[in-house]
């Protein structure tokens, strides 16, 4: 079952254009959504993140916009341009025990194609 | 700049074969993770350590087992490799605490067992 929905499963946008990527939990009791960007051959590496206390988080053309009720959080990519064409993965963070551990669940990811 | 390598970018093994994926992470990080990555499902968690010797299971920890006898090193064994196991396999490392929250990964080794 999974606890993190992601979609859509792939996405073409033109250069310029905004492209939007969401998910959705069940989960209560995650407290940190992170978003991880993979480009071919190589790990994923965090882009952006937010914590449910706060509707929106905007860093450069990034921004996570997050509803709590809903329990849904999205990826929007302003002017989107080629360079940002990867995969994108959303994750929802969950306390395994108190101390150091947190546990990620992340999403199935979207593969983000920016056309020039 | 935190570094995690792994030790092979591809790798072909037989089905049946005892395989050793290993990682090295140089920002003496506490946690280490290791995830299978496959199309449609996103990461999925097999083994995390949060300290040399400890290990907990993730959530598809069958036909796998870790050893970390370093801080910096934590491998994954495939006892008896089997063709449903080809897939990419991910290791991240992180630093213990709400607080600081990134996993950084290293680069994939994807694995083909015939």
């Known amino acids: 079952q999974q606890q993190v929905k992601q979609s859509p499963q792939s996405l073409i946008v033109q250069k310029g254009g905004i492209s939007i990527i969401n998910c959705a939990y069940e989960?209560?009791?995650?407290?940190?959504f992170p978003w991880y960007q993979q480009f071919p051959g190589k790990g994923p590496a965090l882009l952006i993140a937010?914590?449910?206390?706060?509707s929106e988080k905007k860093e450069g053309r990034f921004t996570i916009s997050f509803n709590k009720s809903a329990k849904q959080f999205s990826l929007h990519i302003m002017d989107s341009q080629p360079g940002d064409s990867a995969t994108y993965f959303c994750?929802?963070?969950?306390?395994?025990?108190?101390?150091?551990?947190?546990?990620?669940?992340f999403g199935a990811g979207t593969r983000l194609a920016v056309h020039p | 700049d935190v570094k995690v390598t792994q030790s092979s970018r591809y790798l072909v093994k037989r089905t049946g074969e005892k395989v050793f994926l290993e990682c090295v992470q140089d920002?003496?990080?506490?946690?280490m993770f290791w995830y299978r990555q496959d199309p449609g499902l996103g990461l999925r968690l097999i083994y995390f350590?949060?300290?040399?010797?400890?290990?907990e299971k993730g959530d598809i920890p069958e036909g796998y087992s870790v050893s970390r006898e370093k801080k910096e090193r934590f491998s994954l064994i495939l006892e008896s490799a089997s063709t449903n196991q080809t897939s990419m396999y991910l290791c991240?490392?992180?630093?213990?605490?709400?607080?600081?929250?990134?996993?950084?990964f290293g680069p994939g080794t994807r694995l083909t067992v015939l």
């Open positions: 991240a490392s992180s630093l213990p605490g709400q607080g600081r929250n990134e996993q950084f």
């Open positions: 989960n209560t009791a995650f407290d940190y």
């Open positions: 937010i914590r449910p206390d706060v």
């Open positions: 994750a929802a963070r969950k306390r395994v025990f108190s101390g150091g551990y947190n546990k990620l669940i």
């Open positions: 920002m003496d990080h506490e946690n």
């Open positions: 350590s949060y300290d040399v010797k400890m290990k």
